[in-house]
């Protein structure tokens, strides 16, 4: 991979909360189209740096930028160019699907045009036309999460964050999800996300693991497994999360 | 701008179909005129008394004419001993007997003394007050009358007026205590739990992620719930003056301003509250007890402000609704103009500027 193509660059981003560090000194760069796996046990400090990255929080210290924009100036162009999906379900459960689309269409500054076109292709690839007009409560699960993936990336983002996108949700409908995820990849569009599941962590490119607030390994799958003489990310994980002092 | 567009559209898809909001929002308002102007009114009309006319003579007749001839008595005739008297008021069907003893007119003409007896059911106190004030005012009135024709020294005669409401209508109090009831309960609650529907559900988090300004975020919810505030204002003042025959004798365009100043206090005061709190009950309680009950008690619409201890009085300044129903009784009622009611807008010009921007720090601090 080349090395100008990087889509977010952290060096050594940290945040406190008075005496707690959630987020110590994190180092690492992705690169655009990647599918970075961003893993660690509750409490290891994913959260904090996700929203420093989103531009929600303000660093402590440290330097980082986002598809070229800075996080502590720029948040408002950050905000512009990613896209984001958290582990609560998090379309309106009283619009219908069309209105959703065209809901977060709306507030992301895209023209009526291409709000329309744009609905009209998700709603083909998703197969949900016949259902355009309902309601989004009246969806399954599966089917929620994977509209809300799309409207994440509806404004094609430079960088898609996802919290925890599949919790809660049945293996073949995980394994659907992630299809969508790698379509998205192949458009270039990088993937930044969080997962609990080792069997999604397998799927991604690259992989980081936070402990206590630090990111203690970063590298592909098959190299972490190997590196810790593990036969799955499971063991990887839990031999270093195992040494973790924090957690809930 | 476009932006800002499309989230007050979506809002209003949220409220137009949520049942319950619609029902608390439009239903509410005119149930509670309808309530408080037709079911809990405290005027005498039409009650049913009972006479009992031992005297069946000239001056007896002419009073009962009296008595029968204004509109606040239905008046029955019967011939009752004291025991069946008693009966009738257990059955609870009349208000008050009136009973004329025998020869009430010679006694009037001879001994220019003659006696009349009222009894009134006081199971309900002012209702028994009123009536028996109302019926003692037509017995001295035909006193009057009769004392006319007689050449008397001196003579005098109150002669009251009732400033602003002469036909004592108990509409008057209310209908500005109801808007100031009704903008609390729509502005101030229905904001603050849609704000925090929004934290609870996590859609707050992708709105806050997106370009769209967290302040826009905020004024985007509250405005929907300004613009149905208003059209709540017009449906009150449209049930007031064309089912309670309550005219508004100030004028309208300050009436709407100053309603549109309230409604914007209690918007911040709802945005406050949804910062500070995570989950809609919550949001609910300290909406309805932290501000509904204090416009109940405090705003001078159901106990009046002048007859608490002064501690209450004091606290009693705090409370916005006190200063807009102050504000809506005299422009409606007694028809004030801006000039005379400079003083309590500042008053609430000055909360609505502090709540705004208490609001808007304590937000700022929370997205940190």
Redesign the interface.
């Known amino acids: 991979m080349m090395q100008d193509d990087k889509v977010i660059v952290c060096e050594k981003l940290t945040k406190r909360f008075g005496d707690f560090i959630a987020t110590n000194e994190i180092t690492f760069n992705v690169h655009k189209g990647e599918i970075f796996g961003f893993l660690g046990a509750n409490g290891a400090g994913k959260t904090t740096a996700m929203r420093m990255l989103?531009?929600?929080?303000?660093p402590s210290s440290g330097k980082a930028t986002i598809a070229g924009y800075d996080v502590y100036t720029q948040t408002?162009l950050i905000?512009?160019n990613?896209g984001?999906?958290?582990?609560?379900?998090?379309?309106?459960?009283?619009?219908t699907v069309r209105?959703n689309i065209?809901?977060?269409?709306?507030?992301?500054?895209l023209s009526d045009e291409r709000i329309k076109s744009k609905t009209d292709e998700l709603l083909r690839v998703l197969g949900l036309k016949s259902e355009a007009n309902k309601l989004v409560a009246s969806l399954p699960l599966g089917w929620k999460q994977k509209l809300s993936f799309s409207v994440a990336v509806l404004h094609d983002p430079q960088i898609v964050?996802l919290d925890e996108p599949t919790g809660g949700v049945d293996p073949v409908t995980r394994r659907q999800f992630w299809d969508l995820i790698y379509e998205a990849a192949d458009r270039g569009i990088t993937v930044f996300v969080t997962t609990h599941y080792m069997d999604e962590a397998e799927y991604c490119n690259r992989i980081s693991i936070m402990v206590d607030g630090r990111m203690e390994v970063l590298d592909t799958p098959t190299n972490l497994k190997h590196s810790f003489q593990a036969r799955s990310m499971d063991e990887v994980f839990y031999q270093l999360a195992r040494g973790a002092k924090r957690g809930d | 701008m476009?932006?800002f567009?499309?989230?007050v559209?979506?809002e209003f898809?949220?409220v137009l179909?949520?049942r319950r909001t619609l029902l608390i929002l439009f239903g509410m308002p005119i149930a509670q005129i309808l309530i408080f102007g037709f079911a809990l009114t405290n005027e005498v009309k039409d009650s049913e008394i009972l006479v009992v006319d031992y005297a069946k003579d000239n001056a007896s007749w002419e009073l009962l004419t009296k008595i029968g001839s204004s509109r606040y008595f239905n008046i029955r005739q019967a011939a009752l001993s004291h025991q069946e008297i008693l009966s009738t008021f257990r059955q609870g069907k009349i208000k008050a007997v009136v009973v004329f003893p025998e020869g009430f007119n010679e006694d009037l003409l001879h001994h220019n003394k003659a006696q009349v007896q009222l009894i009134a059911d006081a199971t309900d106190v002012n209702t028994a007050n009123m009536i028996t004030n109302y019926l003692s005012s037509i017995i001295l009135d035909y006193q009057n009358q009769v004392n006319a024709n007689l050449q008397m020294p001196y003579r005098i005669t109150p002669e009251v007026r009732m400033l602003y409401n002469p036909q004592l209508k108990g509409a008057h109090g209310f209908v500005p205590g109801v808007m100031a009831l009704v903008l609390m309960l729509v502005s101030v609650m229905m904001t603050a739990i849609s704000i925090v529907r929004e934290k609870e559900?996590?859609?707050m988090?992708?709105?806050?992620?997106?370009?769209?300004k967290p302040v826009l975020v905020i004024f985007a919810k509250a405005f929907p719930y300004l613009a149905l505030s208003l059209v709540n204002v017009t449906a009150i003042l449209l049930l007031s003056v064309f089912v309670l025959d309550l005219p508004v004798k100030g004028s309208v365009p300050l009436l709407f301003a100053e309603s549109t100043l309230f409604i914007i206090t209690c918007l911040a005061l709802g945005i406050f509250i949804s910062i500070k709190t995570e989950s809609q009950q919550i949001a609910m309680l300290i909406s309805l007890m932290g501000m509904l009950l204090p416009t109940m008690m405090f705003s001078g619409f159901l106990f009046p402000i002048e007859n608490m201890p002064v501690p209450l009085q004091v606290i009693s300044n705090i409370v916005p609704s006190k200063w807009f129903y102050i504000i809506v009784k005299s422009i409606m009622i007694k028809g004030l103009g801006i000039s005379m009611l400079w003083k309590e807008t500042l008053i609430l010009l000055g909360m609505t500027l502090f709540l705004l921007l208490i609001s808007l720090k304590s937000f700022k601090i929370r997205?940190?």
């Open positions: 989103c531009g929600l929080s303000s408002e905000k512009k990613i984001y999906m958290s582990q609560k379900f998090s379309l309106y459960e009283n619009l209105e065209e809901f977060f269409g709306g507030i992301y500054g964050f | 476009k932006q567009l499309a989230f559209r979506k898809y949220h179909r949520d559900t996590g859609t988090e992708i709105l806050l992620v997106s370009p769209f997205l940190q």
